[in-house]
């Protein structure tokens, strides 16, 4: 066994399970039922217990501030930026390459 893996099954064993769902932290990507206003949508996300979203890319670009305005007033923080996969996809078949 590896020393990593020791250490993280030590980790594991010394944690109970409600521990470890208690820091466990959860984000969502936009989906289509949520409100269409940022803040709207930031406090959406909070109250279905989410603490992080996984927003699309444009949205940020375009609203930028009104996003920070949003982590500051809800605490629910953006982890990560999306992009169109289907742009993606149209750029990948001009280029002959297949995305599986």
Same mark, same amino acid.
């Given at each position: 066994?590896?020393? #990593?893996?020791?250490?993280? @099954?030590?980790?594991?064993?010394?944690?109970?399970?409600?521990? %470890?769902?208690?820091?466990?932290?959860?984000?969502?990507? #936009?989906? *289509?039922?949520?409100?269409?206003? +940022? +803040?709207?949508?930031?406090?959406?996300?909070?109250?279905?217990?989410?603490?992080?979203?996984?927003?699309?890319?444009?949205?940020? @670009?375009?609203?930028?501030?009104?996003?920070?305005?949003?982590?500051?007033?809800?605490?629910? @923080?953006? #982890?990560?930026?999306?992009?169109?996969?289907?742009?993606?996809? @149209?750029? *990948?078949?001009? %280029? #002959?390459?297949?995305?599986?």
């Amino acid at each position: 066994m590896s020393i #990593n893996h020791q250490i993280l @099954v030590s980790s594991l064993e010394s944690n109970t399970d409600k521990e %470890r769902m208690e820091s466990m932290k959860l984000a969502t990507q #936009n989906q *289509s039922f949520f409100p269409e206003g +940022i +803040i709207e949508k930031f406090h959406y996300i909070k109250k279905l217990g989410f603490d992080a979203f996984e927003i699309d890319g444009k949205l940020l @670009v375009d609203h930028k501030e009104e996003i920070k305005n949003a982590i500051d007033e809800t605490g629910v @923080v953006v #982890n990560a930026a999306c992009g169109d996969m289907t742009a993606g996809l @149209v750029i *990948s078949q001009k %280029r #002959n390459v297949k995305m599986v």
